[in-house]
């Protein structure tokens, strides 16, 4: 891509009129993805693209601009347009130096060293496997991705850092359908490694869960409605953790008083057995790189420490409005977008129960195996989630399974009622969206125990 010394040029160009902090961003791009539906294969494309981001913060605000051109007067050009924001005189000496780090994710199988015939042949097994399992499966959609992104960012700080990114998805929507009745079940797998993802989950185990899933739903009661005690297996994934919190607790929206965990740090926002970490260090997982969009180390950062708000997730822009230390969370979709503070892989840590022991405390109530989508409203912490699969408690055992549950409520409230939290944890995977971009994320929870939520369902 560039060398450092046209990157000095740059930075130099770009910060000739002032500013606090000056960055280039490079990035190259190459992908491929296939698609089968109704049985057939619908779509296969394949592509590379690079770019350079510039950016300028001054007097607190950014100045961003782009382009895919790597010639030498093009990019000076832009950084002189960019400066333009600025007005203050300046002296400015740069010398750049590799930023280092140890963390490491490593990749067996590089997807581009594999056949296509065999990438495809990962979403028509998947397809073969969802339809055989029932005549009730009535549509079937497969999707298989890979991305290979090499991201360096140079800075007015000295920093030159430096990371390649691999990722590989494959995901299964199935439907099925049966007097009237319509559901769905969806798996998606996925991580910052390469095709060795599906040694541990083969394409056919991917679609069965899928599959069984979608059937199960289709002989099971509605769920009951009213207030009632909710166990959320760790099996569900963390997106309750991701939208109940993990969105108020990113820097911009909690500085702008867009959060309800605004001007809150110090204070108690959950219960003393919920500690939540953002870790972009955690080998492998979705969420995870070497160095953030803006060239800040990956690391782990306690948000809530034991009911305790302790820290939010900074970028650079806001870290320096707040007088912090950027926590390696500043994220961009593409060189297109500018960065801004975003999750990671975003947990609740394990605690001392074993998920039998919660399940047995419960008595009565829902049991949920896996989440579906959901919502929050960031200022008031209020959210709504869909239940993909779920099932009645009974005297402390799974009772029957139940169809178009949604659990409703408050964040911090139901935070702070959190009363057992298991030994056990599982991830669950996705893109998040926010202002536009989207970025690889993965959340995770144990099993936990609220002792009273609204359900919603059908009324008795």
């Known amino acids: 891509m560039i060398d450092r010394e046209l990157a000095v040029s740059i930075l130099k160009r770009l910060l000739r009129r002032g500013g606090e902090y000056g960055e280039v961003y490079m990035e190259s791009r190459e992908g491929f993805s296939a698609q089968m539906e109704d049985g057939k294969i619908e779509k296969v494309t394949e592509g590379f693209e690079r770019g350079v981001g510039l950016r300028l913060l ?15 007067d093009e990019l000076l050009e832009l950084a002189d347009q960019v400066s333009r924001a600025a007005s203050d ?16 994710h490593p990749y067996r199988l590089m997807p581009q060293d594999v ?19 029932s005549p009730k499966i009535r549509q079937v959609l497969a999707v298989y991705r890979e991305s290979l992104q090499t991201v360096v960012v140079a800075n007015s700080e000295g920093q030159w850092a430096e990371d390649r990114r691999l990722h590989t998805l494959a995901l299964i929507q199935v439907v099925a359908a049966e007097d009237g009745i319509v559901q769905t079940g969806y798996e998606p797998v996925g991580g910052l490694m ?3 993802i599906f040694e541990g989950d083969p394409p056919e185990a991917i679609a069965l869960r899928a599959a069984e899933r979608a059937v199960m739903m289709l002989r099971a009661p509605k769920a009951p409605a009213g207030r009632m005690p909710v166990v959320i297996s760790s099996e569900a994934g963390g997106t309750m953790i991701h939208e109940a919190i993990g969105h108020g607790l990113e820097a911009d929206l909690a500085l702008q008083g867009l959060s309800v965990y605004s001007e809150k740090i110090g204070s108690e926002v959950a219960s003393k057995v919920i500690t939540v970490v953002d870790d972009a260090t955690l080998q492998n997982k979705r969420g995870s790189f070497r160095f953030d969009d803006e060239g800040t180390p990956a690391q782990r950062t ?9 820290n939010y997730m900074y970028d650079r822009l806001y870290a320096l409005k707040d007088g912090k230390t950027p926590t390696g969370n500043g994220r961009r979709q593409s060189y297109r977008h500018r960065p801004i503070p975003r999750m990671t892989n975003t947990l609740i840590e394990p605690g001392t129960h074993s998920p039998e022991e919660i399940l047995q405390s419960a008595h009565s109530g829902l049991f949920v195996k896996k989440m ?8 008031n912490g209020d959210f709504v989630f869909e239940v993909q699969e779920g099932y009645l408690i009974r005297n402390g055992h799974l009772d029957h399974p139940v169809r178009g549950a949604t659990l409703t409520g408050n964040g911090p409230q139901i935070l702070r009622t959190i009363e057992m939290v298991g030994s056990d944890l599982g991830f669950s995977i996705g893109t998040c969206g926010k202002d536009g971009q989207g970025v690889p994320v993965s959340d995770a929870m144990p099993t936990i125990l609220v002792p009273e939520m609204v359900v919603g369902g059908e009324a008795d």
């Not at 300046?90 to 963390?103: C, H, P, Q």
């Not at 306690?302 to 302790?310: E, K, S």
């Open 115 to 133: 056949e296509v015939t065999r990438k495809i042949g990962v979403i028509k097994e998947m397809n073969r496997t969802a339809r055989s399992y």
């Open 302 to 310: 306690v948000l809530v420490d034991r009911g305790i708000l302790v």
């Open 89 to 104: 005189e300046t002296n400015l000496t740069i010398a750049l130096e590799r930023s280092t780090t140890e963390v490491i």
């Open 372 to 379: 579906g989508g959901g919502q929050v409203n960031t200022i």
């Open 58 to 72: 001054y007097r607190g605000k950014t100045f961003y601009g782009y382009t895919n051109s790597l010639r030498q």
């Open 194 to 196: 390469g095709f060795e």
